[in-house]
């Protein structure tokens, strides 16, 4: 069964920092490109941020440029998204998806397979 994992969630004060990770099972994830989104309570899925399979390219949303990095360690099967300077905005459900051989975009109808989130809460 294909799975992907998220962990590193949780509650943390703005300007504070968070590293979320994505876990992949049942596959490699050096042969798929993978995408963040994040979802508020009544609100649209937006994409985050994305790694491509292979060449390790990034894209970004505006709103995250400078303070988001995403990063993968094929050795472990993980991608990372080290969110810094957070912002209450940023409070979601962060989860992370998986494309088989496709380059990087951040809009979910490309993906997949799909991880169930994990809860960010930015919040003084």
């Known amino acids: 069964q294909l799975q992907l994992v998220e962990s590193g969630g949780g509650l943390v004060q703005p300007g504070g920092s968070l590293r979320l990770s994505c876990a992949a099972s049942?596959?490699?994830?050096?042969?798929?490109?993978i995408g963040w989104f994040r979802q508020a309570p009544g609100k649209e899925r937006e994409g985050v941020s994305c790694?491509?399979?292979?060449?390790?390219?990034?894209n970004y949303r505006e709103s995250v440029k400078g303070r988001f990095t995403i990063s993968r360690d094929n050795a472990k099967n993980t991608v990372y998204l080290q969110m810094n300077s957070l912002k209450p905005e940023d409070t979601a459900i962060y989860t992370c998806?998986?494309?088989?051989?496709?380059?990087?975009?951040?809009?979910?109808?490309?993906?997949?397979?799909w991880g169930q989130g994990t809860q960010v809460t930015v919040s003084s």
């Open positions: 998806a998986a494309a088989p051989a496709v380059k990087c975009f951040i809009v979910p109808g490309v993906y997949d397979t």
């Open positions: 049942g596959f490699n994830l050096a042969r798929y490109g």
């Open positions: 790694i491509s399979a292979y060449d390790g390219s990034t």
